[in-house]
Structure formats: C-alpha cells, structure tokens
C-alpha cells in the first residue's frame, strides 16, 4: 500500500508569493495534520482537518490557510510568503477515530525555500 | 502549554553499544506519546506508540518506556548499528479528538562503526 504523498518534492518562491502544497493521506485514513519544521526544530502543529472539516489549528498566523476534500486529500496555502516561512512542510495522515493507539504517518514532506 | 525536552541534543555511540534517549514533558495529561525517527531532509517514521494507560512498548531492540507521572520517557536501542545513525523525536498527543502532537527538538544519533 501507497504511504503518505506529497507534492511537489521541493519548491523556491520569493517574499511576497503565495504557494499550494498538496497532500495524499494514506488510503482509508480520514484525517490529515500539516506541520512546519524549521532547521534544526521538531515539528511544528499548523492543522488538522477530518472529515473536511477544521479539528484543531496551531499557532500560525492567518497567512495559512487549508482545506481537506472529499477523498481526504489536502491542500496547505500560505498567501504572502516571508523569509520566514522557508522550512519542511510535514502531513501526516491517521484513521481519526480518536484511539488511543490512532498513530500518524508521516509524508516525506515538502522542502520550501523562500528568497 | 504543553513543552517537550529531549537531552541530549546529540549523541555519538560506538557500534554494539547499548544507548538510552530521554523525552521530557511538562503537562502529564497526555494521550499518548510516539517515538520517531527522522533521516536528514526526510519525513518522520513512527517507531513506537505508548497509550497513557501503558508503561511499555517493545519493537525488535526497541524499547520505550512512559512514566507519565513525572513526565518523561526513554527510548532504548539495543546492539547499536550504523543504521540507526538518525534524528529521533518524541511527540505527545494531549487532546482527544484533536491530533495535535507537540514534538520535542530531537536527539541526533550517530553510531560509529
């Protein structure tokens, strides 16, 4: 079975642009999680999305934006892109029923570089 | 706020060595916790989930440990290998319903032939 995708691998924009980064979750999972992870950093909790709706939002300015669609593929904007914003963008995918034992699985993630 | 520390930042281990990784967190209202592990410039590999209600989780030389009450958890490699040379990352879900994992900084790995 296919893991998480994501695409695309690696992107470069500049100050002031807007990027779309996209997301496959693993097939019958029903929720996506986004994370930014800056050099050197764990992991940093930007959404959670189930059932195409909104679960949880990290503290992240409202320059990031997501959305979830009906085959539980997502899709991660950030409008007006600083230096800042340059890191591994992570999604992670889990069935979303709340167990106990509900582990997410990671994508390769998508390398960003602001200039 | 729920805070993770993993001390320390870097370790360096003979190959055949017996290595313990420390996970640290402030708030033991925790879901459950996951170990991680992280190659350099890839996504993350879940190694071991440990519910709240657990002490102990084993997988092959891997064996991780929870002590909810004084907020901490170990990881423990057995017969070290070059292989193993990663980042690993400990992550703590508080919230039922809401994924959230907090993630601590990591413990860089290197194993020495």
């Known amino acids: 079975d296919a893991g998480v995708t994501q695409s695309p691998t690696h992107l470069i924009k500049t100050r002031g642009q807007q990027v779309t980064l996209r997301c496959s979750p693993i097939?019958?999972?029903?929720?996506v999680s986004w994370y930014q992870q800056v050099l050197g950093q764990g992991p940093q909790f930007i959404f959670q999305y189930y059932e195409k709706e909104e679960r949880g939002r990290g503290n992240f300015p409202d320059r990031f934006s997501a959305r979830q669609f009906p085959n539980y593929s997502s899709e991660l904007n950030v409008n007006a892109l600083l230096l800042g914003d340059s890191a591994l963008y992570l999604c992670?995918?889990?069935?979303?029923?709340?167990?106990?034992?509900?582990?997410?699985?990671f994508g390769p993630g998508t390398r960003l570089t602001v200039l | 706020k729920q805070e993770v520390t993993q001390i320390p930042a870097a370790l360096s281990v003979p190959e055949g060595e017996n290595l313990v990784l420390n996970c640290s967190f402030t708030?033991?209202?925790?879901?459950?916790l996951q170990w991680f592990r992280q190659d350099p410039g890839k996504g993350l590999t879940s190694l071991l989930l440990i519910q709240s209600s657990q002490r102990e989780q084993t997988s092959g030389r891997l064996n991780a440990s929870l002590d909810k009450s004084s907020g901490r958890s170990t990881l423990y490699i057995a017969a070290s290998q070059p292989g193993d040379s990663a980042t690993y990352l400990c992550a703590v879900s508080s919230n039922f319903g809401n994924e959230k994992l907090t993630f601590g900084t990591g413990t860089r790995l290197t194993i020495i032939p």
């Open positions: 708030d033991s209202a925790i879901y459950n």
């Open positions: 992670a995918s889990s069935l979303g029923q709340g167990s106990f034992t509900d582990t997410q699985y």
């Open positions: 097939s019958g999972h029903k929720s």
